[in-house]
């Protein structure tokens, strides 16, 4: 079984910047090298949305528009870690914030169906 594990989140003043990270367990070495990981967010009261994603390459990533330029996502494999980098935070990006992994050799980056794995989740609050 994979576990999943967020940290990181926090109360942040806006321009503010935060790092999350996201611990893997369980099945590793399968998991890194053919899974892709992803950041997905979910506000109250609306649709969790996809946030950032790492291919299983651990080259190439992808933003959703409204994170692009102010966020990074980045992997290290040799301690199971993802890391979200968030720089210049706005209120709007306040959000619960979970990770997950997808499944082997997928790309549908944006899909949440696409991921087999979540963590719980690690709160991110901006204020104005």
């Known amino acids: 079984q994979v576990r999943l594990v967020e940290s990181g989140g926090g109360l942040v003043q806006a321009g503010g910047s935060l790092r999350l990270s996201c611990t893997i367990s369980?099945?590793?070495?399968?998991?890194?090298?053919?899974?892709?990981v992803g950041w997905f967010r979910q506000a109250p009261g609306k649709e969790r949305e996809f946030v950032a994603a790492?291919?299983?390459?651990?080259?190439?990533?992808y933003y959703a528009d409204a994170v692009k330029g102010r966020f990074t996502i980045s992997r290290d494999n040799a301690k199971n870690t993802v890391y979200l980098q968030m720089n210049s935070l706005k209120p709007e990006d306040t959000a619960l914030y979970s990770c997950?992994?997808?499944?082997?050799?997928?790309?549908?980056?944006?899909?949440?169906?696409?991921?087999?794995?979540w963590g719980q989740g690690t709160q991110v609050t901006v204020s104005s």
């Open positions: 790492v291919h299983w390459n651990g080259k190439s990533t």
């Open positions: 369980g099945r590793t070495f399968s998991t890194f090298t053919t899974n892709g």
């Open positions: 997950a992994v997808c499944r082997p050799f997928g790309t549908n980056w944006r899909e949440s169906s696409e991921y087999t794995y």
